[in-house]
């Protein structure tokens, strides 16, 4: 049986950067208060026009040239996002018209933060059971479209970007094991509560951006990502001394670094890229993961462990060889 193994990353940031000085300007916040309990120095923020499949697509064009394939090889699209350019068609529909490759199967998963970890369980089950043999994953938000920018308790903590991987089935390990959960008692404390299905003429525009009870969803998020990386390395036998990388959800650098410790992973095998993007939901690991191997950190053949946990709640892990 063929692995699925990552053969390019690629990413895209906006190119308006708001700092936390800039945020201070219009809201009551620091840039100590930012830094101190989030770690975030600045985010990027789509500009008028640029939409989460335009980005999407620029992200995905770097995975592709980085994984030295023809678009049309891909045969199957997976886009991680909450923030769709429209109800549908899906992101993913619009990413293959973009590259021009119509034909392959192309769709959008939902799972909030963990979505690209969602995508990439599929894409790896594709993959493994002959269905597909390149695979493009992307995450992909224009999170700054639905916060809402007079609440300091969450506008300050989220940005727009997108990251894509090229998964192509290889003789060479790859993914290990992947694995997703969800729990979807705790709706309220991560959501946003507009949806189609309670009627757009309804919407009332407080109900249209994120709304977060921030100190449940940090302690929530604490536990899980322990939780789930003990289930990923006792079950396939890893220890976390045999980790190379440990590249986590980018939400809040305290989150981070609590897991990191939990885990026994030393600050210096930990990826941290939350200070330049914020929290950009599904993208925020891919982004990590090719700032990483770009700026050459992470190298073929090692060993990495992905975490995400977000909204639903929902959470999951990979295990992979890069
Ligand atoms: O992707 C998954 C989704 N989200 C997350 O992972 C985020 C999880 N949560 C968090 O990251 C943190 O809970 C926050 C960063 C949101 C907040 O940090 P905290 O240490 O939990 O602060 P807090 O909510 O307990 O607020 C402390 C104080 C409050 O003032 P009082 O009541 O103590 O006077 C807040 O009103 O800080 C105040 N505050 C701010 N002050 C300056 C809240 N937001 C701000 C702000 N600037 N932006």
């Given at each position: 049986?063929?692995?699925?193994?990552?053969?390019?990353?690629?990413?895209?940031?906006?190119?308006?950067?708001?700092?936390n000085d800039?945020?201070?300007?219009?809201?009551?916040?620091?840039?100590?208060?930012?830094?101190?309990?989030?770690?975030?120095?600045?985010?990027?923020?789509?500009?008028?026009?640029?939409?989460t499949?335009?980005?999407?697509?620029?992200?995905?064009?770097?995975?592709?040239?980085?994984?030295?394939?023809?678009?049309?090889a891909?045969?199957?699209?997976?886009?991680?996002?909450t923030?769709?350019?429209?109800i549908?068609?899906?992101?993913?529909c619009?990413?293959?018209r973009?590259?021009g490759?119509?034909?392959?199967?192309?769709?959008?998963?939902?799972?909030?933060?963990?979505?690209?970890?969602?995508?990439?369980?599929?894409a790896?089950?594709?993959?493994?059971?002959?269905?597909?043999?390149?695979?493009?994953?992307?995450?992909a938000?224009?999170?700054?479209?639905?916060?809402?920018?007079?609440?300091?308790?969450?506008?300050?903590?989220?940005?727009?970007?997108?990251?894509?991987v090229?998964?192509?089935?290889?003789d060479?390990?790859?993914?290990?094991?992947?694995?997703?959960?969800?729990?979807?008692?705790?709706?309220?404390?991560?959501?946003?509560?507009a949806?189609?299905?309670s009627?757009?003429?309804?919407?009332?525009?407080?109900?249209?951006f994120?709304q977060?009870?921030?100190?449940?969803?940090?302690?929530?998020?604490?536990?899980t990502?322990?939780?789930?990386?003990?289930?990923t390395?006792?079950?396939?036998?890893?220890s976390?001394?045999?980790?190379?990388?440990?590249?986590?959800?980018?939400?809040n650098?305290?989150?981070?670094?609590?897991?990191?410790?939990?885990?026994?992973?030393?600050?210096?095998r930990?990826?941290v890229?939350?200070?330049?993007?914020?929290?950009?939901?599904?993208?925020?690991?891919p982004?990590?993961?090719?700032?990483?191997v770009r700026?050459?950190?992470?190298?073929?053949g090692?060993?990495?462990?992905l975490?995400?946990?977000?909204?639903?709640?929902?959470?999951?892990?990979?295990?992979?060889?890069?």
């Amino acid at each position: 049986m063929k692995h699925a193994r990552i053969a390019g990353t690629g990413s895209y940031l906006p190119e308006k950067v708001v700092t936390n000085d800039d945020l201070a300007r219009s809201m009551d916040t620091s840039d100590e208060w930012i830094r101190e309990r989030t770690g975030i120095r600045r985010r990027h923020i789509a500009a008028d026009g640029e939409t989460t499949s335009s980005i999407a697509v620029a992200a995905a064009r770097r995975a592709i040239e980085a994984a030295g394939i023809e678009p049309r090889a891909i045969d199957l699209i997976v886009v991680a996002t909450t923030t769709a350019d429209k109800i549908f068609p899906s992101v993913a529909c619009q990413v293959q018209r973009k590259l021009g490759i119509s034909g392959c199967g192309a769709f959008d998963v939902q799972a909030a933060c963990s979505g690209f970890i969602y995508g990439l369980d599929i894409a790896d089950r594709f993959v493994r059971t002959g269905g597909a043999e390149n695979v493009l994953v992307i995450g992909a938000e224009t999170l700054s479209r639905i916060v809402d920018w007079n609440d300091r308790s969450t506008a300050v903590l989220f940005g727009d970007g997108a990251g894509a991987v090229l998964l192509e089935a290889n003789d060479r390990p790859g993914i290990v094991a992947a694995h997703i959960h969800a729990d979807g008692e705790q709706e309220e404390l991560l959501h946003v509560p507009a949806g189609v299905s309670s009627g757009l003429a309804e919407l009332k525009a407080q109900s249209a951006f994120i709304q977060m009870n921030g100190n449940a969803v940090f302690r929530k998020a604490v536990a899980t990502l322990d939780s789930i990386a003990r289930e990923t390395l006792l079950g396939h036998g890893v220890s976390a001394d045999e980790l190379d990388w440990f590249v986590p959800h980018q939400a809040n650098l305290r989150i981070i670094n609590a897991a990191a410790k939990k885990l026994g992973m030393p600050a210096e095998r930990v990826v941290v890229t939350v200070d330049e993007h914020a929290n950009t939901s599904a993208a925020s690991i891919p982004l990590a993961l090719d700032i990483a191997v770009r700026d050459g950190r992470i190298r073929r053949g090692e060993l990495l462990l992905l975490e995400g946990f977000g909204a639903g709640f929902t959470w999951g892990s990979t295990l992979l060889y890069y």
